[in-house]
DNA sequence: CGAATTTTTGATTTATCTCAACAACCGTGG
DNA sequence: CCACGGTTGTTGAGATAAATCAAAAATTCG
């Protein structure tokens, strides 16, 4: 269903208007590659778009066409069964690089947990760029690299890790990724069914073991979105699954 | 524990003596960017090794000075938790690319099966050849980028598929990658434990989930590494989660 | 051949899921 | 402002897929 992809998903008006000088993510994105003097171009190989709350920008199965970097917000990248299980395989965040693949079609989905913006490059541009800045394609296997230890990290948690040891692990990430302040508090951007799907878990295991960790005082829950980790070793040591926490 | 790295790891004598000219794998592996007239070039960044079944030549942890390139036999790639508990996150074989890092150490350990066979490269050197042949960098981002669709695959496999669809999507995946005939029949090189742990279940369930895909006639497993996929149609529906298989 | 390892099978336990109900929250419109 | 319907979150009781424990059979290897 393109159709779903384009609802609602407004292209800005002109390259020009979203200037890479003054973005925010231009330094810890793939883009830092690119030197100041070459700007425009890189601006001009881009277009510009926004998705809504819920709007899916990039369709598991359709044609790959473009490449994607996160401005801002967050979405929630992942794979489904026909039955409708699905498996979240990350959370994209400002600074992050979609749609690599091998097929000619996107092997995920990727959809809007608040409002993302995003640019948008054709891989033939992309490519472009990446002969001429031999930089920017290093840049992206680092980032490809980095992806790869996160994805493995990851199965090790989907394949033999516990439900609290999984909680324990999502919530040091988020804190790691967001948290500047000790005791590390944070916000959660998406909601619990997100979270199970990504831990491959229930919503009512992750509430549940939610709230066995603030039983046990080591976090602090307040709201569905606000955390405070309360006792951040006894937590890390649960999540790298040393009995003794 | 270095120790256990080096133990039964032959360097072999020189590089001469494996020219690039004739390897089995330099075209389907990264190598296939250098062309003809260098490929003196390449072997001379290369040191060759062979690990024997059950040595471990990557750990996880050690300082990632090299990459390596898989040249004949198998290996299991995993990591570990602290008590044991193991995730193989991929099985690599002749022409895979190992070493991709964020961090200066390994993220995973490399163990042989059978005897393994591999050139290594000093992140140095791989650097300088991918700076003077960009298509060797552009021929490492795709086999990333390839690795990492995998990795989303199987990650949906561990954290949303049963135990029976987990066991047939290894069994296509294996047949995949190795039968040539139809009806497709191949050889399992690993034991089982390896494939619990790739799977992310225990060898018990394994064991039980094949003797039970035997008894419905979709499969055949005479001895514990031979197998013939008798209905390729149901254990792929299986495999994919559809209901009717 | 015999010890050690791997594989297979059975009996039982358990962590997590499923099902069901209720509470809290959110935006909308009266 | 508050009532409303819909979504998201929380809690409990019971079901179950897979794990654990235990032991026998098959295979490998010196």
Redesign the interface.
Known sequence: MSAALDFRVVPLPHPALRPCATCAVRRISVCDAIPEPFLARLGGAATGGVARPGILFIEEGEPAADFLNIVSGTARIY?L???G???I?GFAKGGDFLG????NTY??SAEAIDTVRYCRFSHSRLRAL??DF?AL??R???F??????A??????L????SARERVASFLLAQSDAYAQRSPACFVLPMPRGDIA?Y??LTIETVVRTLRKLRNEGLIEVSNAQDVVIRDHMSLRSLA????AA
């Open positions: 794979k069964l026909p039955d299980r699905r498996q395989t690599l693949a091998v097929s092997a995920f990446m002969r031999p394609e290093e992206v296997l680092k490809a690299s980095s992806e790869l230890v994805a493995q990290e990851q199965m090790l989907l394949g033999r890790k799907d831990l491959g790298n699954g040393l009995r």
